[in-house]
């Protein structure tokens, strides 16, 4: 099983409409979470962190933690087709230093 | 924004022969990372390197693979020799430290396909 995943596999939204991607984690070690993205042929790209409980806000992405249940989400206001890409969730624990353990992913496609 | 280089974009070799994967990380970064992202699976750690040495690695980190940053320059994994399950896209990344809360800056990915 998979020590981080994430749903839905695939999201559509129209342009200007919210998509909103979720993360869970199987493992009580993993306390710390960040979001990338990745556009087609680049590398992912840091979004944002989140490590404490509760929502973090920075501009039109919000991300939400809930410790207890290992659950984090990503919701993007007012997207952008330029919003199109593959969202990471990536966890980590307080004791592997640097090193990311990354779920598979969700796809976003904002129509216009 | 600061920006990971990687040489070849794409290799293709045979089986048993080696490779190697160049890494040109941020200029001020001193650790660098390696994550191995096989076609329709999540992207996963191979190694972090600080300091001239390995510091952690996984279990996919096999003892064919092998890294280093010679005097500075490329930070490179080599693969000798090479099998088929090390086709993958393989991704360098850096970040300035090591600390739990920093970003990691990645590559655009060296696409490896070992025939």
């Known amino acids: 099983q998979q020590k981080v995943q994430q749903s839905p596999e695939s999201l559509s939204v129209p342009e200007g409409g919210m998509a909103s991607l979720n993360c869970t984690s199987s493992?009580?070690?993993?306390?710390y979470f960040w979001w990338y993205r990745q556009h087609s042929g680049e590398g992912p790209k840091a979004l944002m962190?989140?490590?404490?409980?509760g929502d973090k806000k920075e501009g039109r992405f919000t991300a939400h933690l809930n410790k207890a249940s290992l659950h984090v989400s990503l919701h993007i206001r007012d997207s952008q087709p330029s919003d199109s890409a593959l969202y990471f969730c990536?966890?980590?624990?307080?004791?592997?230093?640097?090193?990311?353990?990354f779920g598979i992913g969700t796809r976003v496609l904002v129509r216009p | 924004g600061p920006k990971v280089l990687q040489i070849p974009s794409h290799q293709i070799i045979d089986m048993g022969q080696m490779v190697t994967l160049n890494c040109d990380p941020v200029?001020?970064?001193?650790?660098f990372y390696w994550y191995k992202q096989i076609l329709g699976q999540q992207m996963e750690f191979l190694v972090n390197?600080?300091?001239?040495?390995?510091?952690?690695k996984s279990k996919l980190f096999k003892d064919q693979f092998s890294v280093e940053r010679p005097d500075g320059s490329y930070f490179t994994l080599k693969i000798q020799p090479t099998a088929l399950e090390d086709s993958a896209v393989y991704f360098c990344?850096?970040?300035?430290?090591?600390?739990?809360?920093?970003?990691?800056?990645f590559g655009h990915g060296t696409k490896l396909s070992v025939l």
């Open positions: 990536a966890a980590l624990s307080n004791s592997a230093g640097n090193k990311l353990t």
């Open positions: 390197f600080y300091n001239g040495k390995v510091m952690e």
């Open positions: 493992d009580r070690n993993f306390q």
């Open positions: 990344a850096s970040s300035v430290t090591g600390a739990s809360n920093e970003r990691l800056f």
């Open positions: 200029s001020n970064h001193l650790y």
């Open positions: 962190s989140i490590f404490s409980d």
